[in-house]
């Protein structure tokens, strides 16, 4: 479940994205998704303009299958992953990719889950 602004086109994008990768994606658009963030765990500097539900996790923003695929595989002992913001480049958007991009766990103190 992709939860996201009912005016936000790159979010479609990054959930088109999904499903060509494999993932079975229902979209929700919602004007709460801050609250929706907040409920499962997401620290505020770690939102991004949409929130999945994949697996028992929460994956918030444009967070490559891969990632996502490793974090289903690996089920660490964590809430979830983040991209936060609108990165260029990242699955979804466009643009150019300027360099890697930090995903990271949620969860407090935790180290960076890796680049994509």
Partial sequence: TLYKNPFCGC?????????????????VPTK???????????????QGCHLSLVGGYVVAGHVGAGLINRLLAEKPHIAGISLPGMPSGAPGMGGPKDGPLAVYEIAPGMPAYGTQ
């Fill in 32 to 46: 709460d998704l801050s609250a929706i963030a907040a409920a499962k765990g997401v620290p505020e500097e770690l």
């Fill in 11 to 27: 979010c479609e994008g990054h959930a088109s994205y999904l499903r060509q990768n494999g993932f079975n994606v229902e979209v």
